[in-house]
């Protein structure tokens, strides 16, 4: 965590909001009429009324900007774990397929035609979608990583970033996702870290995989790789290796890093949660609910992981598939479906939801000590959301309102590192209209799959 930075004149302060805490067990408390002064990007203080000697007391005269807060609640902003920015180039260009037709028959013919331009706009694209839905921070997992990093730091965004690979590009490809690592980590002000980013284990083999850990441990990186993401891919790895997805990752040493694993809805719990529980890294699971949905695959299992203390964060997964870069979306629908899935309606409870998206998903990107919560001393990443609307009155349980009733469209204002990004829903650091017009120009040429390449084989 940040040191609380000397007191002096505030860069910001929000006043008369109620704020989402988080006790030292980690339990949320909502406290209300609030005070957050900001300083330096770094939460100062946060205050009730009647606060004690000693706490912060700048006022709203004491700051550069002022937000009035009442009628508000104050998150710390959303972390979508897993997203593919670019991809929302490609939002509804394949719809009600099987995951091997999406792949093989659309997503990959069309990546092969991807240009750093197209990779620039729709990753600008989908940071303005994401602000505005109240997301401060994603991991992405993609390709000419560099224009991402570039747009984040236009955006004002907060990212984990890294250069997927495959084995059959050979060891430049490894060698290039290392490249961007070390070159980018700490870029944008330190907003922008980095991680390595294997693909998948289908489509990266024992050695890079074992490699990968390797490096992992030599420079202190984040691994963020797909696993598990279905059954099938679990029968088909032990039909033809004797193992699981996730005991592939353990024989690479790939459990003993940082981990953090997309998806993982096909676990075989009775194999892999005793492997996770051997590793002796900080493995955490990106869950996106609304893309298994549409695909049919079972849901992650949250219930074993929390129990086998993985943390489960929340996310999206590219727009290509899931349409929608909306956490609070899976937000509400992780709370809906983990209910169904375990056929039990006391679990996962709205307070259980609001965790996975904040500090639980803070600790899966690898930031649990700077963002997820509102306190002194973290990284001044605010949300506020508007609760005067209709469908979110009365307030009889704020937790379920926000989980149930509230939507993504409430969030009136974000805050990363204490920049005001979006105002009562005016977009600040990116100019929607022209990007679309500009990326609009190159959809034709980006969407040709008459070429019949692949940047890769999906079996499974």
Known sequence: MTPPPAP?????????????????????????????????????????????????PAGPGAAVEHIDGRGMVALPGLVNCHTHTPMVALRGLAEDLPAHAWFNEWIWPVESNLTERVVRLGARLACAEMIRGGVTTFADHYFAMDAVAD???????????????FSSQGPEGRAASLDFA???????????????????????DDADLAATAGLAREHGLLVHLHAAENREQTDN?????????????????????????????GLDTARDLPALRRGGGRVAVASAPRGYLKFAW?????????????????????AASNNTLDVWESMTLTALVQKHAEHDPTWLTARQALDHATLQSARA??????????AAGRRADIVLVDMTGPHTQPVHDLAATLVHSARSADVRTTVVDGRVLMRDRELLTVDVPQTVRELGELLPELVDRSHGRRVQEYGG
Do not use: K, N, W
């Open 8 to 56: 002096g004149p505030a860069d910001l302060v929000i006043t008369g909001c109620t704020a989402l805490t988080h006790r030292p067990d980690g339990e949320i408390l909502f406290v209300e009429d609030a005070t957050i002064v900001v300083r330096e990007g770094v939460i100062a203080s946060l205050t009730a009324p009647g606060a004690e000697p000693g706490q912060d």
């Open 151 to 165: 747009v984040t730091e236009e955006s004002g965004l907060r990212a984990v970033l890294g250069q997927a690979y």
């Open 182 to 204: 070390l070159r980018r980590r700490g870029t944008a002000g330190g907003r922008v870290t980095t991680c390595l980013a294997p693909h998948a284990p289908y489509t990266v």
């Open 237 to 265: 790895s032990l039909a033809r290796h004797g193992r699981t997805p996730i005991e592939v990752l353990e024989q690479a040493g790939l459990l003993d890093v940082d981990l953090l694993m997309a998806h993982a809805t």
């Open 298 to 318: 079972d849901t992650t299992p949250v219930r074993a992981l929390r129990e086998a203390g993985i943390p489960v964060g929340l996310a999206t997964d590219g």
């Open 365 to 374: 990107v690898g930031l649990g000590e700077e963002i997820g919560s509102l």
